[in-house]
């Protein structure tokens, strides 16, 4: 037969999706050369760059007399990521001494500008260095920053103005940190735990008053509740253990219980039976039951949830009269296998412990 | 005789433009995700700026139980429990469940971390085989071992779920060990999405690196061929594979060796099948059809960033084992889910991800091997030219090419883990090299699998040989 000629159509495919492919694969090839060559000029730059401005940090919060830092345009983020990062991990007189010495060699200028001109990583770095200096002046460009599209960015420039100001910071972050549900929990709760106690005081007020208006995304900031060191009972939390019927709402509500005032209501709750809610009264009645809640817990014991019986029998052991007989001999009282055998483990933990 | 002859050019010519078409096919389909990765790792990059200043706990991290199935893991197994249990993770635990071992893992991690049999209520949500002992750590507050009859990985698995406490549990494999802040990384789709049940992190080859006291130490490269090529093909399985397909949100694979579910989600479903040896995606793939019959929102997350490190084999009689499994794996993970092929609300998942990994990656390896096998055959028989035969291994070759060093452009745009420029140097070798032969070599191997699942012999636990170099390195250090 003949052979199929060099410039049958498939033939030709074949050869342009080899050539094609092929010229990708040496451009990727280059590409990956080219990347890697400015990668390790850019390291070595900044290797030795780094070590400059670590040991000039280091001399600043030693309190030795130190002359302005040398710092190149394209060096400015790393340096600003060194200064962020010892402003991150010390406290008191040593982070005063890294602003004071930005102040002094009047620095803040220029990272105002990388706020406003500078790329996405830049801003991030610039509007985390500005809320360590308490940077008054950036307050409008930070607020505007709040309005970007990247959560992270926002996120970042509110911790920023928190810093700054937590009490001018109310009004404008309060609502935000309500609306913006693409803000992460977990970004929200390290803004709480580092304002002053008046920003989490006016997060609490902010949120009680506003709850029904809110109450589908509700759980999500009760959750952030739990950093705001609650002392006193909260009406909002009174509302829904009376009156709530979702199992994660009224969960939620029951971590938050902090005053033995609450305990009536929490009893009321008794005869709620989603293992959710089960698990958080036998956690509450563990930090504050009493004798007269015993009865309960030991009903518990024969939930078919683990974390149920796990969290009752925690509960019971922490009670004041249960020592180790006591426990043993609630155990041997037991018919059911599972309420005896999470009462054992009980015992062995106590020991461990 | 001429009739003959032209039903021969009529078969020849079919088989050009069928093998040719399924090239084309699979090319748009791998440069698409190739493309869809990189876009998604440019935007995703520049939020990790402030990721590596030291981090404040929120207290909203969820807990998690570190889950790890070991079977005769007397080499590796320290190293890597001590690598977990020095993670950077507010509260975890770590659950090792010795699955019949018939080496000394357990007597290993009975001295080394001074167990002692603990009187814990075990309660038997998933049927398992039975549970011998349980032991907790007297060293280690969080950590439990569980001893009991060999049941295969699966079965494994799910004795470490059932006596698992947290919300999350993280399958990792007793071979491998995770970076320091792997967890952290990891956990950030479940906190910033409740819709999320699933998270994969990155796995990438152990084989060349140092291990210092349980943890990284000096990143390196494989001298072993083998071990090389691997490291190419994780960095293309993982960064623009499972990458891309997260972003369409057609993720049907979690590894094993390092992955986070939560915890609910996967008992409703019934756990991991222990009669397959492709437990992990077999798990994601029943997820994906249950949620979606059920109707209930969910996401399964790659990410790139959280990394495990893993030992790959380093001689051919385990590498075949290992990708025969992989294969059956596969093929049971498919074939056992299919009612979620095209599915009334089956999705990207239903209806591009599981047909393209049935064509592409199931039945492939049989279409690439054939392809090969004829294309010689004709060659023989003289039914096609040299240059002709030439130029479609041309074609084939330059793809691979092209995918091999496309990953590591995103690897060098991304992470760039290799920092000297011998291992950039190394790792382009390998992405040119491993075309010319590893890669037809794994199709054929491939191929083996999916005949053994065919023919319904069964595989075991599979247990590789380890080397276990990087966990002597570290003996040698601490020595």
């Known amino acids: 037969m003949g052979y199929a000629a060099l410039s049958d159509t498939r033939v030709v495919i074949a050869f342009w999706i080899g050539a094609i492919s092929t010229l990708l694969a040496a451009i990727c090839l280059l590409e990956v050369i080219w990347m890697r060559i400015a990668l390790v000029l850019k390291e070595r730059h900044s290797h030795r760059y780094v070590n400059t401005a670590k040991l000039w940090i280091i001399q600043v919060i030693a309190g030795e007399a130190v002359e302005a830092p040398k ?119 390290i803004i709480l735990k580092q304002a002053d106690p008046f920003f989490r005081e006016a997060f609490l007020t902010y949120l009680e008053s506003s709850a029904q208006q809110q109450q589908p995304y509700l759980l999500r900031l009760m959750r952030l509740l739990d950093f705001a060191q609650l002392n006193q009972p909260l009406s909002l939390v009174r509302h829904y253990l009376m009156t709530g019927s979702d199992p994660d709402l009224v969960a939620a509500c029951l971590r938050l219980v902090c005053h033995p005032s609450e305990l009536d209501l929490v009893r009321s709750r008794f005869g709620d039976e989603h293992w959710s809610v089960q698990v958080q009264i036998a956690g509450v009645l563990g930090r504050m039951g009493t004798s007269q809640d015993a009865h309960y817990l030991l009903s518990l014991l024969n939930s078919r949830f683990w974390w149920v019986r796990y969290r009752a029998a925690q509960a019971l052991v922490s009670m004041p009269f249960m020592n180790r007989q006591a426990i043993k001999r609630l155990s041997k009282s037991r018919s059911d296998i599972f309420a005896r055998d999470m009462l054992l483990q009980m015992i062995a933990e106590k020991v461990h412990r | ?285 029943r997820m994906h059809r249950l949620l979606r019959k059920k109707k209930k929102k969910y996401r399964m997350v790659f990410l790139a960033d959280p990394v495990a490190w893993t030992e790959v084999p380093e001689d051919f009689k385990t590498l075949k084992s290992q990708r025969i499994r992989w294969q059956r794996g596969l093929c049971e993970s498919l074939f056992g889910n299919m009612g979620l092929m095209f599915s009334r609300n089956g999705g990207v998942a239903g209806w591009l991800a599981f047909p393209f990994m049935l064509i592409f990656e199931c039945l492939g390896p049989l279409i690439e091997v054939s392809g090969y096998v004829l294309m010689a055959i004709f060659y023989w028989l003289d039914y096609i030219s040299w240059p002709v035969f030439l130029i479609f291994i041309f074609a084939a070759i330059g793809i691979g090419m092209l995918l091999s060093l496309s990953s590591l452009l995103l690897e060098e745009i991304s992470f760039h883990i290799y920092n000297k420029p011998k291992h950039i140097l190394g790792l382009l070798f390998a992405a040119v090299a491993e075309n010319l032969g590893f890669r037809q070599l794994n199709s054929i191997w491939r191929l083996l699998g999916l005949f053994r699942w065919l023919f319904g012999k069964k595989h075991g636990w599979g247990h590789m040989k380890r080397k276990g170099k990087w966990q002597k390195q570290q003996d040698i250090q601490k020595g």
């Not at chain 2, 049941?151 to 494999?173: E, F, M, Q």
């Not at chain 2, 291990?211 to 390196?220: M, Q, R, T």
Request: one cysteine or more; aromatic letters at 10%.
């Open chain 1, 71 to 189: 710092i190149a345009k394209r060096d400015l983020p790393d340096f600003l990521y060194i200064w962020i990062h010892y402003q991150e991990i010390l406290r008191g007189d040593s982070k005063t001494l890294l602003n004071q010495a930005i102040h002094r060699f009047k620095l803040e200028p220029r990272i105002r500008k990388l706020l406003v001109k500078g790329s996405f990583e830049e801003q991030l770095i610039a509007a985390t260095a500005l809320g360590h200096l308490g940077d008054v002046q950036s307050w409008d460009n930070l607020v505007k920053l709040l309005r970007k599209p990247s959560p992270l960015l926002s996120i970042t420039a509110a911790r920023a103005l928190v810093t700054i100001d937590s009490a001018k910071a109310c009004n404008i972050i309060l609502p935000l940190m309500i609306e913006h549900r693409d803000w992460m929990p977990a970004r929200l709760a």
């Open chain 2, 1 to 285: 005789m001429s009739e003959l002859s032209i039903d021969w050019h009529q078969v020849v010519s079919f088989s050009e433009w069928f093998y040719l078409s399924y090239f084309v096919v699979i090319s748009f389909f791998y440069i698409g995700l190739n493309l869809v990765a990189l876009f998604s790792l440019k935007a995703y990059m520049p939020n990790k700026v402030l990721d590596e200043l030291p981090q404040i706990y929120s207290g909203l991290e969820p807990p998690i139980s570190i889950l790890i199935p070991a079977y005769n893991e007397q080499e590796t197994i320290i190293a890597s429990i001590q690598s977990m249990l020095q993670l950077s993770y507010p509260v975890f635990e770590v659950i090792i469940v010795n699955d019949g071992s018939s080496d000394h893992t357990l007597d290993v991690l009975r001295t080394h971390f001074d167990l002692l049999p603990f009187p814990e209520a075990y309660y038997e949500r998933l049927k398992t085989k039975k549970v011998l002992d349980i032991y907790r750590s007297t060293t280690h507050q969080n950590l439990r071992v569980i001893d009991k009859e060999n049941g295969g990985k699966g079965d494994a698995l799910n004795t470490a779920i059932n006596a698992s406490r947290y919300p999350l549990i993280c399958s990792v494999d007793a071979d491998s060990f995770l970076q320091r802040n792997s967890l952290q990384r990891i956990t950030y789709p479940f906190m910033e999405d409740q819709r999320v049940v699933a998270v994969g992190g990155t796995v990438r080859v152990a084989n060349g690196c140092t291990v210092k006291n349980g943890f990284l130490a000096e990143i390196g490269l494989p001298g072993n061929f083998l071990a090389l090529f691997q490291v190419i093909e994780y960095l293309r399985a993982f960064l623009f594979g499972r990458l891309g397909w997260s972003v369409l949100d057609g993720l049907l694979v979690i590894s094993g060796a390092f992955g986070v579910f939560r915890k609910d989600v996967v008992l409703d479903v019934g756990g991991f099948l222990s009669d397959t040896v492709g437990e992990d995606m077999e798990l994601v793939v």
